[in-house]
């Protein structure tokens, strides 16, 4: 059952997963990650994609 968390963890983001978490436009989600207050994506061929361990992280970070 363990195996089963990690793997949810580390589900792999599309633009618009991110937009709807953060409740950013899509040009804010570039312009955070420009700023440095998201991390860089994972590039799969043209298409970005970000772990879900790291937006929640960020998302943790945020509100301490």
Do not use: C, F, T
């Amino acid at each position: 059952m363990e195996n089963k968390n990690i793997a949810l963890a580390d589900r792999l983001l599309k633009v618009s997963d991110v937009q709807e978490v953060l409740q950013l436009s899509r040009s804010a989600v570039y312009a955070a990650i420009r700023s440095g207050g998201l991390p860089k994506p994972i590039k799969i061929g043209k298409s970005a994609r970000w772990k879900a361990s790291q937006i929640e992280s960020l998302i943790d970070q945020l509100g301490a």
